[in-house]
């Protein structure tokens, strides 16, 4: 029963990650069809990720209310309603409607089965779903992508994922009794919900709020910028810039199945620092003048150092703060890489315009820096 529950669990990673790169493949053609500027998909953006920081916030909470079970079956409706909703809308403040349970869906399950997994499941079992995460945002473009050649529109690639959303979520629903019986407690009813204030308070909550601020603002930029500096500043052909920069999500996706065989030896801690040492070598091939062939090759060493990251530090949590506060400090650790993505990004771009792209790398090193600096402050503050 166990192991069917961790089936599920998986699906419900792909299933995650499915609409998670679908905006930014269909919006050349929604934004031409619903007449709207190419830039306005940034606030369509923002909107998601509102959501996800609220109900990321709200996750310990709810949790502690519904269960995790209950908590991901409804997240993942409110997300396939959504996505329905994006496939009838026919004008930007239907898409902007639409983005609210879409970014509150996206967080709710984030938040409830990333806890579920680090109480209840080995570290290897968290980098190897966080790599399914992977697969599925590399799987939604491609239907994405077969939506539009195949003639039926954008809005039948959104349908397309709904249906797929449809029976995850009768999936969930139907294995809601499993969540008890296969580890003792879905996460439901266990004391008193933190508040935010409680939650930042905790030793060491700081400094693991700035890792995951600090990796997601790093891996994200990597993903929107790697690209533009290779062809601008290194001079690096546009084809192969834009093929080496999909490969660094392959470096991520491919480290991550990697990592859950090196968790069998090395601890969260150590797949940590394993990791930030070899983005640290990926970042200097990209930053220091070695020649073109290694800063494409440090592209994708620098996916394969963020792999075991995000998943390690999440699966730490229950050690560093206790399994009754996991769920509250887990959903700040998420809301805290929401804000890195949404803001960061943006802000190299900002900077990029006024001053120059060369600053990527020194963009890079000062995340790094700061999340090699707050991860020894977080294993050097007393666990509970």
């Known amino acids: 029963m166990v192991s069917i529950l961790l089936g599920i ?7 995650l990650g ?9 919006w050349p053609v929604i934004h031409q069809e619903i ?31 519904l269960g995790a079970g209950r908590v991901t079956a409804i997240s993942v409706g409110m997300t396939c309603a959504a996505l329905f909703g994006f496939s009838f809308s026919r004008s930007f403040g239907m898409l902007c409607l639409w983005a609210v349970p879409y970014g509150l869906g996206a967080g709710g399950v984030d938040a409830a089965l990333n806890n579920y997994v680090a ?9 190897w779903l966080h790599c399914m995460w992977g697969v599925g945002a590399s799987l ?15 809005t ?24 008890k019986s296969g580890s003792g407690t879905d996460g439901s009813g266990r004391g008193r919900a933190l508040s935010l204030r409680e939650v930042v308070v905790l030793p060491g909550a700081k400094a693991v709020m700035l890792c995951f601020f600090c990796y997601c603002a790093l891996e994200q930029t990597v993903g929107l910028w790697a690209s533009s500096y290779l062809v601008t500043v290194r001079g690096v052909d546009p084809v ?29 801690m150590r797949m940590v620092r394993l990791g930030l040492a070899v983005l640290a070598a990926g970042l200097a091939l990209v930053g220091l003048p070695f020649g073109d062939s290694a800063a494409l090759a440090g592209l994708i060493i620098i996916g394969l150092g963020c792999a075991p990251v995000y998943p390690s530090l999440i699966h730490a949590a229950p050690a560093h703060f206790g399994a009754e506060r996991s ?33 990527f790398p020194a963009y890079l090193l000062v995340f790094l820096v700061v999340m090699v600096l707050s991860h020894d402050k977080l294993c050097r503050s007393s666990a509970v």
Not at 9 to 15: G, R, T
Not at 53 to 61: F, Q, T
Not at 336 to 358: H, I, K, N, Q
Request: net charge positive; glycine share 12%.
């Open 9 to 15: 669990i998986y699906l419900a990673f792909i299933s």
């Open 18 to 26: 499915l609409p998670d790169s679908i905006l930014g493949a269909a």
């Open 35 to 65: 007449g709207v500027p190419l830039s306005w998909s940034g606030t369509v953006f923002m909107i998601i990720a509102v959501g996800t920081i609220v109900s990321s916030l709200l996750s310990d909470r709810l949790t502690r209310w």
């Open 119 to 127: 109480l209840h499941y080995a570290s290897r079992h968290m980098s």
């Open 140 to 154: 939604g473009p491609y239907i994405m992508g077969m939506a539009l050649t195949g003639g039926h529109g954008w």
């Open 156 to 179: 039948m690639g959104y349908r397309s994922i709904g249906f797929i959303q449809v029976a995850l979520t009768a999936a969930l629903v139907l294995s809601l009794p499993l969540w």
């Open 240 to 268: 192969t810039a834009a093929r080496y920069g999909s490969l660094f999500f392959l470096g991520v996706t491919a480290g991550r199945a990697l990592s859950g065989f090196l968790t069998l030896k090395l601890d969260d």
């Open 327 to 359: 769920q509250a400090v887990i959903g700040v650790q998420m809301a805290s890489a929401y804000v890195g993505t949404s803001l960061m990004p943006p802000l190299f771009g900002w900077l990029s315009a006024r001053l120059t792209l060369r600053l």
